[in-house]
């Protein structure tokens, strides 16, 4: 019995796959869930429209950089920016100054902020607000301190994209982002893996067909059916769970198609370099399923993040789609704010079906 035992740890360290599968993977989500999973707000991008440039707006606005909670990423000059600036996605958040500022709360004790937030993710942008009605409620006090007058600082807050704060309006185009990328890479990623366990592969070798064609014609039908499993989400999104189209929806669906055919370049890539079945199923809901829930932003915002996760986030599809989605369905942009979104979705589908050819190209010779 004692041998028997020793010899399955022996069994068990010799064999690396399930060395990674023991220790390697519960480490790897242990680390994605301590620091991705974090409701705190810190380095948030927001823009200030100061009319009245005094010195009691340029030291609340050096308070709220300093807080660490906001970066300033802009200084707006007029109304008309805060729309663009909310659109190009560089902001969450837009503080506004009314004219003379300081002399209104100098001479009449009472002056406004008005505070502006993306709620397209209603709880960032909650506690955005709330983070900022603290810094501005501390400023208060601090010159009740020092002048010994009642001074009242009063926020307006204003919400945009998702005034009701609908918390459908996030979850919404992830869970289209999730659905499709773990659908799309799943059904795919066993076709190839199939073809090696049913032995047919040799056929697939052996035949005239080159390694793109093999490829193409693996990935087309689940095109189609992906197409109408989108169009399913899409319109169970809009007439059940009421989430608007402000763009345009040929923008959408074009976007969706992309964002399908990288989904199944990449199902391919994983059964390429997948030896059955069972191995391409594992690998596309564990090194699909958590990244794309932790680390596209969904429901975590990715500046929350450590610095490394960052940076891996940048090679996750998922976080340019749900981008996408959010700003052609809740913000009406077009094209030109989301071309460098679209750009990584195409760059990502060459590498992935290039990858593939070339794992093709392996096995051929």
Not at 108 to 115: A, C, D, G
Not at 183 to 207: D, H
Request: with cysteine; proline share 3%; net charge positive.
């Amino acid at each position: 019995m004692y041998k028997f035992i020793i010899k399955e740890f022996n069994h068990i360290f010799r064999d690396f796959r399930t060395m990674i599968v023991l220790f390697g993977m519960p480490l790897v989500q242990v680390l994605l869930f301590g620091f991705a999973i974090s409701n705190d707000i810190k380095d948030a991008r927001i823009a200030v429209l100061d009319k009245s440039n005094d010195y009691m707006t340029h030291e609340i606005t050096h308070k709220l950089v300093s807080s660490g909670y906001f970066i300033l990423g802009r200084n707006l000059n007029s109304d008309k920016e805060i729309d663009e600036a909310f659109k190009k996605g560089d902001i969450r958040e837009v503080v506004i100054f009314e004219n003379k500022f300081a002399q209104q709360l100098e001479k009449e004790k009472r002056t406004s902020v008005q505070i502006i937030a993306d709620a397209s993710d209603p709880n960032t942008a909650n506690l955005l607000v709330n983070y900022t009605r603290s810094i501005l409620n501390d400023y208060q006090r601090q010159l009740f301190v020092t002048t010994h007058f009642p001074m009242q600082v009063q926020t307006e807050t204003r919400m945009m994209y998702n005034a009701e704060l609908k918390s459908v309006y996030m979850f919404v185009p992830g869970i289209i982002t999730i659905l499709l990328m773990l659908i799309s890479a799943m059904m795919t990623s066993i076709s190839i893996a199939r073809e090696k366990e049913l032995g047919t592969m040799e056929i697939l070798l052996v035949s005239p067909l080159k390694p793109f064609e093999i490829i193409i014609g693996k990935v087309v039908p689940y095109i189609l059916l992906s197409c109408v499993n989108a169009t399913i989400i899409l319109l169970l999104a809009f007439f059940v769970f009421g989430m608007p189209i402000q763009g345009s929806l040929i923008l959408l669906l074009l976007e969706t198609v992309l964002f399908i055919i990288m989904s199944l370049s990449l199902g391919i890539f994983i059964s390429t370099i997948s030896a059955t079945q069972q191995m391409a199923m594992m690998l596309s809901m564990f090194a699909l399923m958590m990244p794309t829930i932790l680390l596209s932003g969904f429901i975590f915002p990715i500046e929350n993040m450590p610095v490394i996760l960052q940076y891996i986030s940048l090679i996750m599809p998922s976080r340019y789609f749900i981008i996408i989605v959010k700003a052609v369905m809740l913000k009406g942009v077009g094209i030109v704010l989301i071309w460098k979104e679209t750009l990584a979705l195409i760059g990502l589908t060459l590498f992935f079906v290039a990858m593939s050819i070339k794992k093709f190209k392996v096995r051929l010779a």
